[in-house]
């Protein structure tokens, strides 16, 4: 199977006719198209109502969790049901198996890596943001133990380990994403595992276990090459 896959779109209809053009190869490149969060920028449905346009015209299976900006509106639910009744398969702590190939995804969260993640410890409010950082890991888990085939894909939005977030200011790596989802995903077992976030982060990384990670942010694939708006992957 080939995988097409991208994140960071922060789609605005400006953005509708380059997507568009950009776009248009990926039905000859690949056989399903994963988009791993931030569709759009502010969470809004009228964000959201192009885009769906342009993935609707592409016709590949498509495969999505939603990002951080797409909560932005409270506008979530919303934006799920525009992208399910189109036939997009939304990812968020579920599992969809296609051609033999395992996808899980959830969204993810943030809460640092390694020594330094965040534990629940001490104020009520410290103890509500870990949990909500426990939650989608737990999501995680029950996306991937769902999952029969052989070949499994995860998608997040949040990055899993600090490598592919390294070239960003380390400031901010706790708010990029955090290590309890890796250690999940070396749990269950994984073959390839995607995400984005990090705009300026690195393209490649591996788990504590060795499992391939890569940070799909079109800003880091068009540092690349100005005219790619997706990375293949083949499976
Ligand atoms: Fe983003
Ligand atoms: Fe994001």
Do not use: W
């Not at 053009?21 to 920028?41: K, M, P, S, W, Y």
């Not at 033999?100 to 965040?118: D, E, S, Y």
């Not at 300026?200 to 499992?211: E, L, M, Q, Y």
């Amino acid at each position: 199977m080939r995988i097409a896959a991208t994140a960071d779109l922060h789609f605005t209809p400006a953005r509708f006719g380059p997507l568009h053009e950009q776009l248009n190869r990926v039905r000859d490149e690949a056989d399903v198209f994963v988009i791993a969060g931030d569709l759009t920028n502010y969470g809004r449905p009228e964000e959201m109502e192009p885009l769906v346009n342009v993935l609707v015209r592409i016709r590949l299976p498509t495969i999505i969790v939603l990002g951080n900006h797409d909560y932005e509106s409270s506008q979530d639910r919303e934006l799920m049901r525009m992208l399910t009744q189109e036939g997009i398969k939304v990812l968020d702590g579920s599992a969809y198996e296609r051609d033999g190939v395992g996808f899980a995804g959830t969204k993810g969260f943030v809460g640092g890596f390694g020594r330094g993640v965040l534990t629940a410890f001490g104020e009520p409010e410290i103890k509500s943001f870990v949990r909500a950082s426990i939650d989608e890991t737990l999501k995680l888990e029950r996306a991937m133990s769902q999952l029969r085939t052989e070949k499994r894909v995860v998608i997040l939005h949040y990055s899993p380990i600090r490598a592919t977030v390294e070239g960003e200011a380390p400031e901010i790596y706790p708010f990029l994403g955090t290590s309890r989802l890796a250690e999940v995903i070396d749990r269950q077992g994984a073959d390839l595992v995607l995400h984005g976030h990090a705009h300026n982060g690195r393209c490649d990384g591996r788990t504590p276990a060795g499992i391939p990670v890569h940070n799909v942010a079109i800003t880091l694939l068009q540092a690349q090459n100005p005219a790619a708006a997706y990375r293949i992957f083949d499976l």
